[in-house]
């Protein structure tokens, strides 16, 4: 029998289109890029929000996904994040058109699943790229495979020429160079090659550089011996080796405190703000690890520089230890070279901040390496008169003053500027770099010690935090969002931190609906939602 085509003639044809999905908040570049793919013969879905992506995607298949960095509510990365979690849409290859091209944020968007990185304004047509992109992912599938193959997949497309540097300037320094786009060396701790890069992707909290060129040589040198300034917490619970590293710490001119367990490490590490704090790891009452996660949920505390040392030459413990929070691990050798290097190094940037301040130099400063309270007490032991520019991926921040005491602070995060002492609470919780710039200004007869507010503001800090961070904990269905905020801190936050803030947004029922939504640890959560409270995103009143 003859088919209904065969009658009439007519030959079925196939639609041949390939479909791209571009989801750009922008209008005016939502249209041009929807303009191109079509002149290129490509089928195109354009959409402004994300609030329905999953289910857009589910039902049109497309072979390529465009986003952007952010939509009115929400972003890129979460709409990413929300994609790989699905199996139905887990192999849709995804490219991010963003500004900031900088190797961080290629890295942090590399993390989240997309496989490749396009310019905006366009350096070059993306329209053409667009065939051999697919192929590729036709071809390899490297859009389902992990964030290492998904690297080294883009250095190879741009032809990627430069070394990666994560936790510069510190014992854990890793690298990755490139050459021609391919993978010439990669070193972290005791690994190299492809299973230092894996490491290297999974600290997802890392300090990261680009450096052209690539040597393999650490951009790390240990700094001249800082003299009597610095201080060292020292917590071990032999006494041998407590007395042993105390000794040499002191002998070469730090000032040492120590402590005989991790409860008593905390109990200083609280009482008085250390550069440097050496850590066993099996120490009694409280262990290494407990005391770095008490640590890092103290506003002062977790701007010490942590050493963990270890009986074991352990590569697993070497690992966990850095994405704890930790700068270095140090197997118990008896050798002083490597402990007083490590501490050089450790507390090098600190002495070169402080050295520059001193002889009245405009200073750059990076927080992440020597912490906005240090800075900030620096600035009044020091003297210093003139104005602190700072920025970070939240905001612009100045604070001014002079001789010691506290003119003013202003704070701009999005739409929102804060004045006074609420600024210098927004300072305390940036991890953004900036200068100090040494000026003429005139000194207030009324104005308050530098000093007494930033002790009162850490003081209020540590006691908003607990407070806030127990009611989260409590009802995390009933936190309130700032949008804008949380479009702002998409952009640096980890994957881990996006989950939970769009677990929140779903309004879980317990800590532990929102755990097991987000499929992360407690500890995990816990330390996200304080992320989130300490930066604003969260709050627990509208």
Sequence with gaps: MASDDSRTGEIPTLDLQRRVFVAIAEDALRRDLVGRFERCGYAVRAEATID?????????????????????????????????????????????????????????????????????????????????????????????????????????????????????????????????????????????????VDQMLELDDAPVRWVDGTSTEPLARALPRPGGRTTVLGVEDEASVRELVSRRLATAGYQVTSAADGVEGLQKALAKSFDLIVVDLGLPRLDGWGLLRQLREDVVARESAVLVLSAHDDEVDTLKAARAGARAYLKKSGRAKELLS???????????????????????????????????????ELDCAGRLELEDALGRYEVTVAKGQFLEAVAQTGSLRVTGPVAVEAIVSSRGEGRFVFAEVKVSPAAPWLYDV???????????????????????????????????????????????????????????ALAAGVALEADDVTSALAELLRRGVLSVEP
């Design 454 to 512: 930033v002790d009162v503001v850490c003081d209020g800090l540590r006691k908003d935090h607990a407070r806030l961070l127990a009611r989260a904990l409590q009802d995390p269905g009933r936190l309130y969002f700032n949008e804008e905020l949380a479009q702002l801190f998409a952009r640096l936050a980890t994957p881990g931190e996006l989950k939970v803030l769009e677990g929140v947004r779903q309004a879980p029922t317990s800590f532990d």
């Design 342 to 380: 490590a501490a050089a190094l450790l507390s090098g940037p600190r002495v070169a901040t402080w050295s520059s301040l001193e002889a009245c130099r405009e200073t750059k400063v990076e927080l992440r390496a020597v912490g906005p309270v240090w800075l900030l007490r620096a600035l009044a």
């Design 52 to 196: 329905q992506l999953h289910e857009q995607v589910l039902a049109w298949r497309p072979e390529l996904l465009v986003l952007g960095e952010t939509y009115p509510r929400g972003s890129g990365r979460q709409a990413m994040l929300k994609l790989r979690s699905s199996g139905a849409t887990f192999s849709v290859p995804v490219v991010a058109a963003l500004e900031d091209v900088s190797v961080p944020n290629i890295l942090r968007w590399l993390r989240v699943g997309v496989v490749e990185v396009w310019r905006l304004p366009w350096s070059r047509d993306p329209a053409p790229r667009v065939k051999t992109l697919l192929d590729e992912c036709t071809e390899t599938l490297v859009q389902t495979a992990g964030p290492r193959t998904r690297l080294l997949a883009f250095a190879r497309r741009s032809g990627l020429e430069g070394t990666v540097v994560i936790y510069p300037d510190t014992p854990f320094e890793a690298r990755a160079s490139f050459v021609a786009g391919e993978l010439r060396d990669a070193r972290f701790g005791p690994l190299e090659g492809v299973p230092a």
